[in-house]
């Protein structure tokens, strides 16, 4: 690969991570809309590098995550998410990060958590598929997700908790962190509370139950 090449991908990927950046903190550049900046990073992905770059399906993909968090259309969110899995095929490993992103920013910024837990469901699968089962990068996800399973609130009609597979999320993130990492390490020390917290939440629950 010449090094024009390696250059331009680099300038991709950080093209991508700037737009991804400006669409979840809603900050348009003085550059143009936020809709008009990520149509000209895919542009610019699409002539520079082509329409089979796992750059152009990034670009696509963040075309997906704008409609989804600013515009709220998870329909028109599906299409561009589609057409990226379309570009990368069975490799669709790039696409894990955006989708855990913006679960993130639903947990955030959504009063209905369940956008969150869908966005981060869909994160996990990619990486189960495509990282082993001791990669650091799924303990992030899992937490996440333990979270938006554990913490939902809000909604028209605000739906329940789900401990227990919380508890089991953290489970495993817990062990992947301690496979990975010193037991003093303070990832490993903060899953451990924030298991604890989980634990806690289900006996009280438990105890209201039956009280």
Do not use: C
Not at 34 to 52: C, F, K
Not at 108 to 127: F, G, T, V, Y
């Amino acid at each position: 690969m010449s090094n024009d090449r390696v250059l331009i991908e680099e300038l991709a990927r950080k093209e991508n991570d700037w737009v991804l950046a400006r669409i979840l903190s809603r900050d348009p550049p003085p550059e143009g809309s936020l809709l008009d900046i990520t149509e000209r990073a895919r542009d610019m992905a699409a002539n520079s590098l082509g329409t089979q770059h796992s750059a152009y399906a990034v670009s696509l993909q963040n075309l997906g995550v704008y409609y989804d968090s600013i515009e709220n259309d998870t329909s028109k969110a599906k299409e561009f998410f589609g057409q990226a899995r379309a570009v990368l095929k069975d490799n669709d490993l790039p696409l894990a990060y955006r989708f855990f992103k913006l679960g993130v920013f639903h947990y955030e910024n959504s009063p209905d958590k369940k956008r969150a837990e869908m966005w981060l469901i869909e994160a996990l699968a990619i990486q189960r598929r495509g990282l082993s089962g001791d990669d650091l990068q799924l303990a992030d996800t899992l937490i996440a997700l333990a979270y938006a399973k554990g913490m939902k609130t809000g909604g028209a009609i605000p739906a329940q908790p789900d401990v227990q597979s919380a508890i089991a999320l953290m489970e495993e993130a817990l062990r992947i962190r301690r496979a990975k990492l010193a037991p003093t390490d303070s990832a490993v020390l903060d899953t451990e509370k924030r298991l604890a917290i989980f634990q806690a939440l289900a006996r009280f629950s438990a105890t209201a139950k039956y009280s």
